[in-house]
Structures are given as C-alpha cells and as structure tokens.
C-alpha cells in the first residue's frame, strides 16, 4: 500500500506536522499580550478545535516515522538514497520540519524565559539572581517576561553564558518584539539541528540513526517546536565527540566546554572523552592521568573564559539546581520521595531531598561503571555516553520529556538498532503525549503516553530489531542489505 511506502510515510509525516503547525496557532504556547496581532487567543472553541487537530497531527507524525523506522530495520528499498548517504532520510526531515519552523511556540514556554533572560542581560540586571519577573512594561523583553509560565518567573536562569549571549544577540537584533525574537530563536534551534545531523552523520550513523536522532518527533516538537536549549548542548556536545573520535581531542573538548555553557549535563560527555584518550594511549597510568585530566582542563578554561568574555559573572555555577526545585511527575526519584515523605511524615521536604540525593548517586555509580567497560572496551565509548545520559536523566531531580534527547541522539549514533536504541525509540513516541500543545501537562496526557509505552514495549518484545529478517543482514552504517541465499 502506497501509505505504508516510504514515499507514503514522507507525505504523511507532512501532513501530520502541517496540521501541528496549524492546530497550534489556536492552541499552541502563545503569549499573553503580542501587539502584532499573530498569536493572539481565538476563543475557546476555536482552541479546543486547534488543539485536537494538533493532537490529530502528532498522531500520523508519530505513526510516518515508527513505519519509516520499521522500514530502515528491514532494508526495505526507496528509504535511502545514492551510494547509501541517506538522501531520503534528510529530504524526509525538511519536510516534517518546514511547517514547525512557521508555528508560534508549541509544547513549552520556555522561549519566552530564553528572550527574557537575554533581555535582563542588556538591561543590566543580574540573571542568576532573579527572574524575568524584575522586567518592568518599558524594559526590552517585556512580553516576552509577561508569557513565562509557572515558576520561572521568579527562576534564576539555570543556563550558562554562552546560551546566553545568544539570547542576548536576538534580543538586540529584534529589539525585544516578541514575534522576531522567536523566530531568531528558532533559528538557533535549526542551527542546532543541522549540528546534530552533522556529527551523527560523521559518527558513522546512515539512515537509521538519523531517523531515531533527528527525525524523532520527540526532538522535531520540542528542539524546532519549542526551541529548547538542550538542542544546542546535544549538537554542541555530540559534535565534539565526534572530533575526539577522529582524534582531535582538544577541539572537541572544547565544543564540550562550550556545550556545557548552554546547559550543565555536557560535562558527562569529557569523561568519555577521557576513556577514548586514555585507551588510544595503551591505557598506562600517564595515558590514564591523561585521559581524565587534559578534557577537563580545556573545558574548564573554555567555561572561565565564556564566562569573562559574557560579561554575566560566575553565577550559573550557583543556579545549577534550581531547576531541581520544581517537582515533575516524571521524575522518579521526585515521585516517590514525596511518597514516602507524606507516608512517614508532615513535612514530605526533607525525605524528598534525600531519596534525590540517593538517586543522583546512583546515576553517578553507574556512569562511572559504564566508563570502566568502555575503558576495558567491552562497550563503546560512544554508545556508554548515550547510556550514561539516559541514566543522568532518569534519575534526576526533575526530568522533562525532551531531557530524553540527550541520550537518544548519542545513542542513535552508534546503536540504533540495538535493544537501548529501540527502547529509546519506544519512550520517544509516548513521550510526544505527555505534553500539550499549549505547554501544559493535562491528566489524559500522562494516559495517552502510558498507553503508546505499553503497547511499544509489547511490539519491542515481539519484533527486536537487533534480530536480521528473513534475506538481509545489517551492515556498518545502520542500513540493511540484501544476502545471497
């Protein structure tokens, strides 16, 4: 059948963004006040209506790129183009990522917190000391702070220098006007998805990995979407693992460094850097010392020097667990902290801190045994990276559905057919329910998404991709090729 052809699952992919894009000029994240008039509210009904046909739209998006997969898994022809470089795959991601880059902000006001936050930094206010609330009517970047949902009002930004000088420059280019602004903003996040492709790409990843790094809906909603940051730290990130693969170690600890200067959770990525340095060097004690020193030094110089060269103080190095204040349903160790502090006692604050603080621990442990193997090269470095993110993720403190995405581009990478990068692939398309166009988090959406997890993990176990079908073998890439009977 045509719609379940690759051509067919390119055009329905199409038209499922197409009608996110559309569904959420009624129902997406749109600001409180805008004097253009684009994004402003349309009624109830009219939202509601958006809103289902965004729903509607990520549904046939979700269901064009799990068939897609299914047909990369199976070598099937027409999915990839001349000579293996996966043409196909990339003129699939322009088109389900045109009319994302067209919307208002969808699935996350967040945004609205970047152009803020730049907007406190030309107006001379201390950005890791206070929230965008400090923005008074005749300061650039009003609105924009007038549209910042929830308790990042009051929130120190969480983000390094570096993301912040960006912030900064679209605010001075568009003068703080709210439409222009984030549209500059979304710029920065395609920048950082032609990042992603690039060093997925250079990392060896054929069709298959770009399809579970790039064109995840998880990613297209939320990095083109929603433009969150964590786009640019995977790119940043996964472009200097790529560098220190090729052997060029310092550069790429410094896109590292760099990385980490948006957002904090890049820091993972020098250790495995390290393990990569320590074992080209034979894994002697100087290659060790090596290895685990010499990443650090240069990111950390990187990260003093950005920070002096922005002119926004050391303060990020204070603000790093602010986010962790606010409880999300998906952290695990948030969850049932809280549980048990209400079971044992009146105040849950305490018990909670600590059950946060344990399973940060145990996300460190199990980095670092993950480091060990590939150190003693029973896993790739790579792929230990891509496991140690997901790790850091589920155990932290507060976790949002795109904090995934850290791990799932590095995964994908190197292991997309794997059971992790599988699994990944399942948590991806139940994760694109937990959120509403509107940014908000509504009861049906945790339902939505617990169902499609439940049902991929039943498909998982019945069709593992790791296992070759009938007539083709994998090959090096991440394609399929015919054999010979």
């Known amino acids: 059948m045509w719609v379940v052809s690759a051509s067919g699952c390119r055009w329905l992919g199409a038209g499922g963004s197409l009608a996110v894009a559309v569904g959420g000029w009624a129902a997406g994240t749109l ?33 064009a790129w799990w068939r897609y997969g299914v047909l990369l898994a199976r070598g099937v022809p027409g999915v990839r183009g001349v000579r293996g470089v996966p043409d196909g795959v990339l003129g699939t991601l322009g088109w389900w990522t045109a009319p994302l880059v067209f919307a208002p902000p969808l699935y996350s006001a967040d945004v609205y917190s970047y152009i803020a936050q730049g907007a406190m930094v030309l107006e001379g206010y201390d950005v890791y000391g206070a929230g965008p609330s400090v923005l008074g009517p005749g300061d650039l970047g009003a609105d924009a702070a007038a549209s910042v949902g929830g308790h990042w009002t009051e929130t120190p930004a969480p983000y390094g220098p570096v993301f ?16 222009p602004a984030v549209f500059g903003m979304r710029l920065i996040a395609l920048g950082a998805l032609a990042l992603i492709v690039w060093a ?47 052997g060029r170690w310092v550069l790429g600890s410094v896109l590292v460094g760099l990385a980490m200067m948006v957002k904090s959770p890049a820091a993972v990525a020098l250790l495995f ?18 290895g685990f020193a010499l990443p650090g030094l240069v990111a950390g110089a990187v990260a003093a020097g950005a920070t002096v060269l922005a002119g926004t103080g050391f303060g990020w ?42 399973g940060l621990l145990a996300a460190l442990v199990i980095i670092g045994a993950l480091a060990w193997r590939a150190w003693r090269g029973r896993v790739d470095p790579v792929l230990g990276l891509g496991g140690a993110l997901v790790v850091l993720v589920a155990l932290s403190p507060m976790v949002q559905p795109w904090y995934v995405l850290w791990g799932v581009a590095v995964v994908a990478a190197v292991g997309w057919r794997g059971r992790l990068g599988q699994l990944l692939a ?31 993990l039943v498909w998982m176990r019945r069709e593992p991709w790791g296992r070759s079908v009938v007539g083709t073998a994998p090959v090096a890439d991440g394609h399929m090729e015919r054999t010979r009977p």
């Open 31 to 63: 600001p409180v006040r805008e004097p253009w008039g684009l994004w402003e509210p349309r009624g109830s009904a009219l939202t509601v209506a958006g809103a289902v046909l965004a729903y509607l739209g990520l549904t046939l998006l979700v269901a």
């Open 164 to 179: 912040l000088v960006l912030a900064q420059a679209v605010v001075t280019l568009t003068g703080g006007e709210i439409v």
């Open 200 to 246: 997925v790409r250079g990392l060896g990843g054929g069709g298959g990995a770009l399809w579970l790094a790039v064109l995840n809906p998880l990613l297209l909603i939320h990095v083109v979407g929603g433009m969150h940051n964590d786009g640019l730290m995977i790119g940043l990130m996964l472009s200097g693992v790529l560098l220190a693969v090729r």
């Open 273 to 290: 850097i390290g393990v990569m340095i320590a074992r080209r060097d034979g894994g002697g004690v100087r290659g060790v010392v090596k």
């Open 317 to 358: 190095l204070r603000t790093q667990s602010v986010a962790g204040t606010i409880h999300t349903a998906l952290s695990v160790t948030s969850d049932v902290g809280l549980g048990l502090g209400l079971l044992f006692g009146d105040d849950p604050e305490p018990v909670k801190g600590a059950v946060q603080t344990l």
């Open 426 to 456: 399942v948590v991806s398309a139940a994760l694109v329910y937990e959120t509403a166009p509107s940014g908000h988090t509504p009861a049906y959406g945790f339902a939505l998404a617990g169902a499609v997890l439940v049902l991929g």
